[in-house]
């Protein structure tokens, strides 16, 4: 792991590698001492940089292509996950992956969007972007969960719903809008969590729920950074002012309210550990769950209904 | 979600005005005809002669669908609060202050309640001209309220929607608007409240995408531009150019998303008549 090096990462790297070259070729030395000493000093160095990233560097980071994406999460924190397809009414979409599967005692529907890692597998995920299918399948999968009385996890990772044409034409606002009614009267629980990136009503098509949950190195806002600068600056060029300005990192949200936990990550990413990262967030939404379960439907609703409700400032 | 059209012909009607004297005449935009002010009121802003749908606000749809004198407003004084401190090429501060300013209205929706043809109804009407129509928190807690409104009087909710889209600068408050009013009107439909909405040129982004497509009957303007990304964003996609009508009212009304597309001089008998068949 860990191939894709970020510009701001790479002081870190060279002292990592210049530790490991003089491990090497140290042992017949008596320079144990002073290695060691260089080795706190790295690692202090790392955790101070990792502490005091810039908010367009936790946007980086949030896109790490080696970073877990939803499979890898499924795969590394449930059993028996069985992945089912397709809206029943146009196709499957790659870009939003889904199925019942169990975590730890509890049998769940997991739906997340899913990202591909290379050109090829991001050519058959459309890179995350879901068309109006995605939503409808993830729909009828909730829609699923709450006939079998089974809560719902979602995973957020996302560019955005897919900007095309057909995508238009077969409803793509109408798709997220179902899903936002929809999510709000769900009779089961709901997790919602930010595991990469989580732009705009595309994350937000599938992120109605009790809780939400966000992983540290993650955005959540209602455009990105570069989108906000060509609107806004009328230029590309202001993206790390636009990052700012939105604030749109997990302590801005925290702060916002709205989100309601912080999942921390290995330190430089979740990408450096993918097992630690995932289970890091099993015990979490474990937790959650076995809160979450004793909750009555009619009360879910009405707290999420509140949720969403509170979100907002004004002046009156 | 950009609020933020850069169409020339609809952002900036100003520079046609120029050659007209004392602002009393308007050129219509679809076939140039030279219409006074009073005669387009009379004929609800439309044209006499191609029926082009002049872009309006509240003030006017509150005439062209409410009884005369029936409108209540609710919650008027409610305005942003800037929570994120938003700085960009300007302050949104100052961007609200200079937009209530020139518009006289504290933020892009209004509204309240009133009658159509005797019947009470709950109303709301965004304003285009306010910040491109946008959607942030104010406009999330006034449909919001105004929904509930609707809930506990038992009253139909009739909803004008005329926005670019969510407001980028409150950030994740104005994303979280689409799960607030659509997560509000999930409750009335549970309570078999009907729900028309009507959408005008433009409506695009977070407000499609929650409650403007969410209406139990959903009546579009001829020709007005609907739909979830904006068109330019979607000609850089697919590096082509878009169909004629694409996104047009018209063109939802084919694939399916509209039930209707109305003239405004037929709106508030249509909303009437739906009124009395649903109730
Ligand atoms: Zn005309």
Known sequence: ?316 | MPWFRRSKEKISPDSKKKDLPDGLWEKCLGCGEIIHKKQLEVNLWTCLKCDYHFRVGSEEYIQVLLDDRSFKELFKKMRSSDPLKFVDTKRYNERITAAIKKTGLNDAVRVGTGKINGKSVAFGCMDFKFIGGSMGSVVGEKIARIIDKAYKSKIPLIIISQSGGARMMEGAYSLMQLAKTSSRLARLADAKIPYISILADPTTGGTTASYAMLGDVNIAEPKALIGFAGPRVIKQTIGKDLPKGFQRSEFLLERGFVDKVVSRQELKQTVSNLIDLMT
């Not at chain 1, 908010?55 to 059993?79: C, G, K, S």
């Not at chain 1, 979490?284 to 979450?292: C, P, R, S, T, V």
């Open chain 1, 1 to 316: 792991m860990g191939k894709t090096i970020l510009d701001f990462e790479k002081p870190i790297f060279e002292l990592e590698e210049k530790l490991e070259e003089m491990k090497e070729s140290s042992a017949s030395l008596d320079i144990g001492k002073d290695i060691l000493r260089l080795e706190t000093k790295v690692a202090q160095l790392k955790e101070e940089l990792y502490k005091g990233l810039t908010r367009w560097q936790r946007v980086q980071l949030a896109r790490h292509p080696d970073r877990p994406f939803t499979l890898d999460y499924i795969n590394l924190m449930t059993e028996n996950f069985i992945e089912l397809h397709g809206d029943r009414h146009y196709g499957d979409d790659k870009a939003i992956v889904g199925g019942f599967a169990k975590l730890g005692d509890y049998k769940v529907m997991l739906i997340g969007q899913q990202k591909g890692r290379d050109t090829k597998s991001n050519v058959y995920r459309n890179f995350g972007m879901a068309n109006p299918e995605g939503y409808r399948k993830a729909l009828r999968l909730m829609k699923l969960a709450e006939k079998f009385n089974k809560p719902v996890i979602t995973l957020l990772d996302t560019p955005g719903a897919y900007p095309g044409l057909e995508a238009e034409e077969r409803g793509q606002a109408e798709a997220i809008a179902r899903n936002l009614f929809e999510m709000s009267r769900l009779r089961v629980p709901i997790i919602v969590v930010i595991i990469g990136e989580g732009a705009s009503g595309g994350a937000l098509g599938i992120g109605v729920g009790n809780r939400i949950l966000m992983l540290q190195n993650c955005w959540y806002s209602v455009i990105s950074p570069e989108s906000c600068s060509s609107i806004l600056w009328r230029n590309w060029d202001y993206k790390e002012q636009a990052a700012e300005a939105l604030k749109l990192t997990a302590p801005d949200l925290l702060e916002q309210k709205i989100i309601d936990r912080i999942i921390e990550e290995p330190l430089g990413g979740a990408h450096k550990d993918h097992q630690a990262a995932a289970d890091t967030l099993k015990s979490a939404l474990l937790e959650e769950l076995d809160k979450l379960v004793k909750i009555k439907p009619e009360k879910l609703i009405e707290e999420r209904l509140e949720k969403f409700g509170s979100m907002g400032e004004y002046i009156e």
